[in-house]
């Protein structure tokens, strides 16, 4: 069995900053791509940021030069800085990975900000 267990998000003021954690827990071989998504309300859900064993990463343009994606190996942890926070990010926030050649979803954590 494989859970992913997030934490963080939170009502923020616009400007404001939060971070996100996920930990991948249960049986792992392995972890590959790891990553952030949002589903805003009434939208589909959206990449954020992802981020490869070797730590490449991709962001979505809405968040570039804003948020940071982060991994540890060791612990199986990924986590999102989040600065400058805008009320368009307000949406609830997933983490995804690769884990043992499948994709996991956390259950989602939200954020909100307020202008």
């Known amino acids: 069995q494989v859970r992913l267990v997030e934490s963080g998000g939170g009502l923020v003021q616009a400007g404001g900053s939060l971070r996100l954690s996920c930990a991948v827990v249960?049986?792992?071989?392995?972890?590959?791509?790891m990553g952030w998504y949002r589903q805003p309300p009434g939208k589909k859900r959206e990449l954020v940021a992802t981020?490869?064993?070797?730590?490449?990463?991709n962001y979505a343009d809405s968040v570039k030069g804003r948020f940071t994606i982060s991994r540890d190996n060791f612990q199986n942890t990924v986590s999102l800085q989040m600065n400058s926070l805008k009320p368009e990010d307000t949406a609830v926030y997933y983490c995804n990975a690769v884990v043992n050649l499948h994709e996991y979803w956390g259950q989602g954590t939200q954020v909100t900000v307020s202008s």
């Open positions: 981020i490869t064993r070797g730590r490449s990463t």
């Open positions: 249960g049986s792992i071989f392995s972890i590959s791509t």
